[in-house]
């Protein structure tokens, strides 16, 4: 990719994950430009956390379209304005079409909060307790259309404790989020880790079980 990788960031909530991004810039430990910041919900605090950085965002709100083919191309049409090269999806709630994903194709990233392919979807942390996984985490991903099955780029793991509450641990691996997520970017970013024929590559070799950071 370029030395200055154009990055569109979409969320739907908090945006502790867009901040981790904002603070690895700031901090000069990661080289991208965040040109823009869409949010499919008016309310999410992540459209603030933005407006504070000088960031530009945009709001397209989901339940003003009739479907979701209809919200992605609306979508679409708004980031053509900012040429991305990398897309950065940070709690965004929506699933994507087809019609997004080719036309972004390998340069779409997702975080999800668990330690895939174990518990695609929602309420990870709870089912990782309630079956009694020793250790959980997050997984950084290229986005495909199997919903969080993409090529796995990078993880981080950390050892349930014992009593922990979900809400604890939701915590915990939001930390490990902050760390990996700038990190996979970083590596996405500078073409160490790259997508082509539908798998992830990092060195320029297959990479079918991604690095794993203990924390
Ligand atoms: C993260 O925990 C991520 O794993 C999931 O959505 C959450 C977003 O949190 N995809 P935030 O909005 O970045 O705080």
Same mark, same amino acid.
């Given at each position: 990719m370029i030395k200055q990788c154009k990055t569109a960031i979409l969320i739907s909530g908090s945006g502790s994950n867009l901040q981790a991004? =904002?603070? +690895?810039?700031k901090e000069n430990n990661l080289n991208l430009d965040i040109t823009i910041v869409l949010s499919n $919900?008016? $309310?999410a605090y992540g459209l603030k956390r933005a407006k504070s +950085?000088? =960031?530009k965002t945009i709001c397209i709100q989901h339940s003003k379209f009739e479907n979701r083919e209809s919200l992605d191309k609306a979508v679409i049409k708004e980031l053509e304005n900012y040429e991305p090269d990398l897309l950065i999806l940070a709690g965004f709630m929506r699933i994507l079409s087809p019609i997004f994903i080719r036309k972004y194709s390998g340069k779409i990233l997702n975080i999800h909060p668990s330690l895939l392919p174990k518990y695609p979807g929602l309420d990870t942390h709870q089912r990782a307790l309630d079956a009694g996984e020793k250790w959980h985490g997050s997984t950084v991903h290229f986005v495909t259309a199997d919903l969080d099955c993409g090529p796995r780029i990078l993880q981080g793991r950390?050892? =349930? $404790?014992p009593n922990e509450t979900s #809400? #604890?641990?939701k #915590?915990? /691996?939001?930390? /490990?989020e902050h760390y990996i997520y700038p990190l996979a970017a970083k590596w996405v970013a500078s073409d160490k880790a790259t997508f082509k024929n539908g798998e992830c590559w990092i060195d320029g070799k297959i990479s079918r079980k991604p690095p794993l950071i203990n924390f």
């Open positions: 991004f =904002i603070d +690895a810039i $919900n008016p $309310n +950085a000088g =960031i950390i050892t =349930i $404790n #809400e #604890e641990l #915590e915990r /691996v939001q930390k /490990v």
